[in-house]
Nanobody
Framework: QVQLVESGGGLVQPGGSLRLSCAAS????????MGWYRQAPGAQRELVAVITSGGSTNYADSVKGRFTISRDNAKNTVYLQMNSLKPEDTAVYYCNARGGLTLESWGQGTQVTVSS
């Protein structure tokens, strides 16, 4: 099992930026598909962005052009750079790792609040 620890959440004003980090344990990080999800109060958890082991990325329409997912395999870390933040981006953001047929891990989540 892969352990994931997120950091970087907080309170930011509309239009501001934050960078989330997710550090993974173990030696197979480079082979994992890594993703960021978010869950707002009263809503279902939704995919924000995903990056494959080869570096291909995909984004939710609501964040395209504003958020960027990246990974540093040497540091076992995946990042989510969030720019031009909006109040509707407020949510708990979760890191996710998937590999093979059965491996899936979630982080504990980090709160992002966009408010003036």
């Amino acid at each position: 099992q892969v352990q994931l620890v997120e950091s970087g959440g907080g309170l930011v004003q509309p239009g501001g930026s934050l960078r989330l980090s997710c550090a993974a344990s173990g030696s197979i990080f480079s082979m994992l598909v890594m993703g960021w999800y978010r869950q707002a109060p009263g809503a279902q958890r939704e995919l924000v962005a995903v990056i494959t082991s080869g570096g291909s990325t995909n984004y939710a329409d609501s964040v395209k052009g504003r958020f960027t997912i990246s990974r540093d395999n040497a540091k076992n870390t995946v990042y989510l750079q969030m720019n031009s933040l909006k109040p509707e981006d407020t949510a708990v953001y979760y890191c996710n790792a998937r590999g093979g047929l059965t491996l899936e891990s979630w982080g504990q989540g980090t709160q992002v609040t966009v408010s003036s």
